[in-house]
């Protein structure tokens, strides 16, 4: 069974984010690292390749400026090896050309499982597996919580508003898992070792047949118009808890008529 | 603005919540609003939808237990090709809701504007508003090629409100055949039982965050919620740590709760926290850390422990009752 598992490289998240002034777009020069929402995805690929003989986990990513740092990572951790799709012209693509350029790198990979997870830490969309599952002709499922696979169906647990469905579905099939679905491994010192020559192909969209014009900031379709401040909450009052912390509150609650 | 279709979504008590947020939505925008709806049910929500404001809803009928994405996103596409033609799609930000506009989106080539808070026109096209860093700044975009604009709206952006409406219309629209990218069934569906208000349309809401350091404490925070007859939620952390299921979490990839009293114990207040409660009347917050981001949207915020605090607060309302 071949997976495949997208993985965003994404500025540090722990670094205060900010708006580019000219494009009103997330800053993303930096350092970039993978996006921790991939790290249950990469481990939840490894765990269902290992329970499948002859079993392989290749990563996708698409990212600015040949970034492989947060790829690495994801091959510390056990992938085989990495597709990485770079190009200059990608820069400000909305998601369904970012769906379009990474389906195109999948379906090279001939993939029986596409992982990815629900939405991006910086993004946020959600969209962007699905659009690359109806691109690439396949069925998901979307917000597993479990997920087991014999190579040739898989089985998930999904979530919804009151509960969980059991879904079924013949491969190839792309799924998304949200966090907290597996315990991501912390990569191993010889993991780390053997990511430094595993083989990272790096794409442009040449390489991929697919038109500049049609991606990235020109074949963008959607605008920013302006960014404003919103209605700031008045401050509150802070209190330090000295024994009468729950009595601060009672009566904040009776002031509200809650009680 | 001439005519636009929310994608409308049954639950047990027929159409769910957000979908007449958005129709009431979309009725502010245009004057022709359609809705788009699937399962064995379509006909006995006509009414509400009618009354809501659609004046027609396309029906794709029973899809026999498969998932929603591939078969209702072909069937919408297929009305386009008929020749259909919404200036403007509204889909919730819901499991289903996201699936569909995914597709969608491929079908018809448009792009998709998510996290939507808001909607107005501008110049004669649609202006939307999305919250970023946990909702300090807006966001105004809008599409630019052509139509129509895909939108995926959160949940308590608008309120729902009768139109008084007549029953919609219901108009046939089968899917068709999707080939593999329907394959996907569900075999079996759970229910995880909750007693009380829902969480998000109750009036008070208790929350509790990885600051209550073991899932056994979680309990006070329902039996708070219970004493103040709200519902009990929780942040991300504790959800993916297993201490409570998933549809406890309120945030950006959970509910959205607009309370009119919130509560939150031990939670720190990421952003993808604060988008969702932020829209509570009153926010009390309880957090040893002086600096804790949750401090800055809290009417009342009390730098304690939550092992104290909390239980001296369950007993100062029990001995009042
Ligand atoms: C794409 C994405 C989507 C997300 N969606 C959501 C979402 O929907 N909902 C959500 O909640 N999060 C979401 N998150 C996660 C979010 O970023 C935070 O990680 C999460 O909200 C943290 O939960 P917490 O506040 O319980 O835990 P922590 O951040 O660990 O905070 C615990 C807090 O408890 C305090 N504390 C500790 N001990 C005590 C004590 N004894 N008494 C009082 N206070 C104490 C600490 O000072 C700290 O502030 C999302 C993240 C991403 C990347
Ligand atoms: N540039 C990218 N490279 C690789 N995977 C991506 C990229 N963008 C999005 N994804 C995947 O799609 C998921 C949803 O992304 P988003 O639509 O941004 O919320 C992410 O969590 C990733 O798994």
Redesign the interface.
């Known amino acids: 069974m071949h997976v495949v598992v997208c993985v965003k490289q994404i500025p540090d998240p722990a670094a205060p984010?900010s708006?580019r002034k000219d494009t009103?777009t997330l800053d993303r020069s930096g350092k970039l690292v993978m996006d921790d929402s991939d790290s249950y995805g990469v481990e939840m690929a490894l765990q269902l390749a290992s329970g499948v003989d002859g079993s392989e986990v290749t990563l996708v990513s698409m990212a600015p400026g040949s970034e492989t740092s947060g790829l690495r990572t994801a091959l510390a951790m056990g992938a085989a090896d990495a597709i990485l799709v770079s190009d200059d012209a990608l820069a400000g693509s909305?998601?369904?050309?970012t769906?379009k350029v990474l389906a195109a790198a999948i379906r090279r990979a001939e993939p029986d499982l596409v992982i990815a997870a629900?939405?991006s830490t910086d993004g946020?969309?959600?969209?962007?597996?699905?659009?690359v599952?109806?691109?690439l002709?396949?069925?998901?499922?979307?917000?597993a919580?479990r997920v087991s696979t014999d190579g040739t169906t898989i089985k998930v647990e999904?979530?919804?508003?009151?509960?969980?469905?059991?879904?079924?579905?013949?491969l190839p099939?792309v799924v998304t898992v949200?966090?907290?679905v597996v315990e991501p491994r912390y990569p191993s010192f010889k993991g780390i070792m053997a990511a430094k020559s595993k083989r990272i192909d790096v794409l442009g969209l040449a390489d991929l047949g697919i038109d500049a014009a049609e991606v990235g900031s020109r074949g963008?379709?959607?605008?920013?118009?302006?960014?404003?401040?919103?209605e700031a909450?008045?401050g509150?009052?802070?209190?330090?808890?000295e024994?009468d912390?729950?009595?601060?509150?009672?009566a904040?609650?009776e002031q509200?008529k809650?009680? | 603005m001439d005519r636009i279709w929310v994608l409308a979504e049954t639950g047990e008590q027929g159409p769910t919540p957000l979908t007449l947020e958005l129709l009431a939505a979309a009725r502010g925008l245009a004057p022709r609003v359609e809705a788009v709806a699937w399962g064995p049910g379509t006909a006995s929500i006509a009414g509400v939808l009618g009354e809501h404001g659609a004046s027609r809803v396309y029906d794709v009928g029973d899809l026999a237990g498969a998932l929603p994405g591939a078969p209702v996103a072909a069937a919408m596409a297929a009305l386009v090709e008929r020749g259909e033609r919404p200036d403007a799609v509204l889909f919730p930000a819901s499991y289903d809701g996201r699936d569909v506009a995914g597709r969608l989106s491929v079908r018809l080539d448009r792009p998709v504007l998510t996290n939507v808070t808001g909607l107005s026109v501008r110049d004669g096209s649609l202006v939307t508003e999305h919250p970023v860093f946990g909702g300090a700044q807006i966001v105004h975009a809008r599409f630019t090629g052509e139509g129509p604009g895909i939108y995926v709206v959160r949940a308590k952006s608008f309120a729902a409100a009768s139109a008084g409406g007549a029953a919609a219309e219901v108009v046939a629209a089968p899917a068709g055949d999707v080939g593999p990218t329907g394959a996907a069934r569900i075999v079996e569906r759970h229910a995880e039982e909750a007693s009380g208000p829902k969480l998000d349309e109750a009036a008070v809401v208790v929350s509790g965050g990885r600051g209550l350091g073991s899932a056994d404490s979680y309990a006070l925070v329902e039996e708070l919620a219970r004493l103040l007859h709200g519902a009990p939620g929780a942040s991300r952390a504790i959800v993916d740590a297993g201490w409570v299921p998933y549809s406890h979490q309120v945030g950006q990839t959970g509910k959205t709760v607009k309370p009119t009293l919130y509560v939150g114990w031990g939670i720190s207040g990421a952003t993808q926290r604060l988008v969702g409660m932020k829209g509570a009347k009153s926010i009390v917050a309880i957090n040893k850390d002086r600096e804790a981001p949750i401090f800055s949207v809290a009417d009342l915020g009390v730098v304690g422990d939550v092992h104290k605090v909390l239980p001296a607060l369950i007993e100062a309302l029990r001995s009042r009752s």
């Open positions: 984010g708006l009103l909305d998601a369904l050309s769906a629900t939405e946020y969309t959600g969209t962007l597996p699905v659009q599952a109806e691109l002709g396949m069925p998901s499922v979307t917000f919580k999904r979530q919804t508003e009151a509960g969980y469905d059991d879904v079924e579905c013949p099939a949200t966090a907290g963008a379709r959607e605008e920013v118009l302006d960014v404003a401040d919103a909450r008045g509150g009052e802070i209190v330090v808890d024994g912390g729950a009595q601060r509150i009672v904040f609650l509200l809650v009680i």
